[in-house]
């Protein structure tokens, strides 16, 4: 199978800190496949995607997207992925259709395209009647909707999640699964983060788990269960790799 990212031996240390966030972190992720990206905090999720989208730097290694180096050509891999980051990265004082008409341009897009394909995913999330009220008054729930909204505008072949679900309710976080199911459906390419292992186990084609900045184990929910003894879901495998310790 064609693989849409390619991580391999990413090495990173954040100036003056002690241990590294990476340290020799590979793993793949097949065309198509819904991926997890699953560890304790501070485990190197966040920094493996900011590599990802050429944020950071790393010292050593590799990142490509169909095979182009999201190192030395973050711009053409821009154009192929949607990254929705941990925390809401829209203007609290714009309306929505605002945020989305000032990143569209940032794209390069059509005014008449970006509120075309705004409206689709604004009445696909549940937003719509909301287009013209400025986020800062929505609630955190519809902010993470709004977030996703925001990296599809250029249809984007792969979609990045870090923790998209995270603080929203029951309802939200539904619908942004089902969204997110719908959206592989039409053969695009799901990596995304989260700490909620029961959701990941239902909506993961196949999860990586990291811990210390190195690959504990990846594989299918339903391989890893049968595989790691005593374990009857997704979260007994994470615990048994990653121990009881509390990260600080
Ligand atoms: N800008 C930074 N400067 C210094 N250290 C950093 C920086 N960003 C992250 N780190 C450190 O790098 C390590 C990995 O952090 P990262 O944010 O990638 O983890 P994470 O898996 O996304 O965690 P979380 O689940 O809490 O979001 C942590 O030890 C963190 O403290
Ligand atoms: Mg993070």
Do not use: W
């Not at 340290?23 to 496949?33: A, C, T």
């Not at 944020?55 to 821009?78: E, M, N, Q």
């Not at 249809?155 to 592989?184: C, H, K, W």
């Not at 292992?197 to 900045?213: H, N, Q, R, T, W």
């Amino acid at each position: 199978m064609l693989h849409a990212i390619q991580i391999k031996e990413l090495k990173k240390q954040y100036h003056g800190a002690i241990e590294p966030a990476l340290d020799g972190l590979s793993f793949d992720v097949s065309e198509g496949s819904i991926v997890g990206l699953l560890g304790p905090n501070g485990a190197g999720k966040t920094t493996s995607i900011n590599i990802m989208c050429g944020l950071v730097a790393p010292d050593t290694g590799t990142a490509s997207i169909y095979g182009v180096s999201c190192i030395d050509h973050p711009a053409s891999v821009r154009e192929q992925i949607g990254v929705v980051p941990q925390q809401i990265a829209l203007f609290p004082n714009m309306t929505a259709m605002e945020n989305f008409m000032y990143i569209g341009r940032l794209y390069g897009l059509e005014d008449r395209f970006i509120k075309e394909r705004a409206s689709d995913l604004l009445e696909r999330l549940g937003l719509m009647k909301h287009a013209d009220k400025r986020v800062n008054r929505y609630s955190g729930g519809m902010k993470r909707r709004a977030n996703i909204i925001a990296s599809l505008l250029h249809d984007p072949l792969i979609l990045i999640l870090d923790e998209p679900t995270a603080g929203v309710d029951v309802q939200s976080r539904a619908m942004i699964l089902d969204f997110l199911r719908e959206y592989n459906n039409k053969g695009k390419t799901i990596l995304y983060t989260s700490h909620l292992l029961e959701e990941a186990e239902k909506i993961c084609d196949e999860v990586v788990i990291i811990d210390s900045g190195k690959l504990i184990t990846s594989g299918s929910p339903k391989t890893l269960i049968e595989n790691t003894i005593d374990c009857r879901h997704l979260e007994d495998v994470f615990l048994h790799y990653t121990g009881h310790s509390v990260r600080d």
